[in-house]
């Protein structure tokens, strides 16, 4: 399907209504109405809501899909470089699509549909097979440990930054940050939320700078 301004408009209201009101609470009317267009042509572009559901998450995956692709297809990068612009890539990613990452989260949770489950499954998969493939690299040019859980890398990484998404409000009161600006306290939280995965990538995979 060709994207046009129009099925863009749609994807992105209805991602900010699952992600505010929820997706069951959400009516094909709901985002005919924010995307200011009419219910049929939503019927035309996805025909149902839950199509639509799982068009947003094909759209938002594959482009996520593609960029770590590059990051380790990049061969004028050293091992731990990917590994930092991977961890930088996922933690914007994040902060940049705080409303799908909610939907995201959620949809794990409710466990209900299975195409947008296998999507995440695959994504998951993806994701371990090209971070396998640069530890593979790391350890080959004896940069890495030898001994290196891949999964449980991946998960830490995604675990905590998805965890941070949902409890930054937290973080701002024990830090005493309410004064900073909503901007300027995204910008302090996600700067953290790399170095401290980077400390942690470090010392599981034993690299020394």
């Not at 731990?80 to 959620?106: A, G």
């Not at 209900?112 to 994701?127: G, Q, R, S």
């Not at 030898?146 to 830090?175: C, H, P």
């Amino acid at each position: 399907m060709i994207i046009t301004e129009k099925h863009s408009q749609i994807l992105l209201q209805a991602e900010e209504l699952f992600a505010s009101k929820g997706y069951e609470a959400t009516t094909v009317r709901d985002i005919a109405e924010a995307a200011g267009v009419n219910l049929a042509m939503i019927s035309y572009y996805f025909g149902s809501k839950e199509k639509l559901l799982e068009a947003l998450f094909k759209e938002r995956m594959t482009a996520a899909r593609h960029k770590v692709e590059a990051i380790v297809k990049n061969d004028s990068l050293e091992p731990f470089q990917k590994m930092e612009i991977v961890i930088d890539e996922y933690v914007k990613k994040v902060s940049d699509k705080q409303s799908f990452h909610k939907i995201l989260l959620s949809e794990q949770v409710i466990n209900k549909n299975t195409v947008v489950l296998k999507l995440l499954k695959e994504l998951k998969m993806d994701y371990a097979r090209l971070l396998g493939d640069v530890i593979t690299e790391g350890q080959r040019r004896k940069i890495f440990k030898k001994d290196i859980d891949v999964i449980l890398l991946q998960t830490t990484m995604a675990g905590t930054v998805l965890n941070m998404l949902i409890s930054k409000e937290n973080y701002r009161e024990f830090n005493n940050l309410k004064k900073l600006s909503d901007a300027a306290f995204e910008e302090l939280l996600y700067n953290n939320l790399r170095k401290h995965l980077k400390q942690i990538f470090k010392a599981i995979l034993g690299y020394e700078s």
